[in-house]
């Protein structure tokens, strides 16, 4: 069963038409990669899927449930079970900030843990993702970009959400440290039961973690399918750009 949908979504910025009748499924536990060049849409579908935008046309559900975002109850339950994870990690964290203070943002806004409980959910999802609890008392500016990111990491998987949407959350890592986020990812997906949505423009980095893959050019979905079918056998003339341009990620 999904847990979140977009069917037929089209979506405009002023006169520009950046999205065209775009449809997705995610399925519980699932992981779907959103590839395709600058401008083809993925960041405007990851915005869909985290309920900043509406659609010009098209709906969003959520549990099978159309997504109102004036619906308070619904979007608090949504909020709890859909997290991002941003393509920055020098932006993303606040610097001015204590990494356990950031951590349990979600949990003091979203209101979904006791502040006695805090502690203790804030150390297990820095334990999860392979940081040292010395980490929590420490400022972002004393960690590596990789270990930003698994504090950004921590952070979207604190308030156990049942989705991650994840927009480019390697591309400003060197090689090395991206194959271990997305090892991280790939692992917190199998242990947790996330679903992931992942957006890039390597095809790589998505067939590391993610069995779907959309390919999107020019705000219209061009190819879908299973991964390892757009890897070996893609048929359309752009996913065979893409795949022949995809950097093959050292293990």
Sequence with gaps: MSILELESASFSYGASEVLRDVSLSVER??????????????????????????????TIRFEGEPLRLRDRALMRRFR????????????????RQRIDSIIAE?????????PGEIPELVAA???SVGLEPDALARYPHEFSGGQRQRIAIARAIVSRPRVLLADEPVSALDVTT??????????????????????????????????????????????????????????????????????????
């Design 178 to 251: 991206r194959v271990q986020v997305l090892d991280l990812l790939a692992t917190l997906r199998r242990e947790q039961g996330l679903a992931l949505v992942m957006v890039s423009h390597d095809l790589g980095a998505v067939a590391a973690v993610c069995d779907h893959t959309i390919v999107l050019k020019d705000g219209q979905v061009v190819e879908a399918g299973s991964t390892s079918k757009i890897l070996t056998a893609p048929e359309s003339a752009y996913a065979r750009e893409l795949v022949a341009a995809a950097p093959r990620l050292p293990r």
């Design 125 to 127: 999802a820095v334990a």
């Design 29 to 58: 536990g699932g992981a779907v990669g959103l590839v395709g060049e600058s401008g083809a849409g993925k960041s405007t579908i990851l915005r869909l899927l985290l309920g900043l935008d509406s659609p010009r046309s098209g």
């Design 80 to 95: 709890t079970s859909v997290q991002p994870v941003f393509q920055d990690p020098y932006s993303s964290l606040d610097p």
């Design 106 to 114: 979600p949990l003091r806004s979203l209101r979904i843990a006791k």
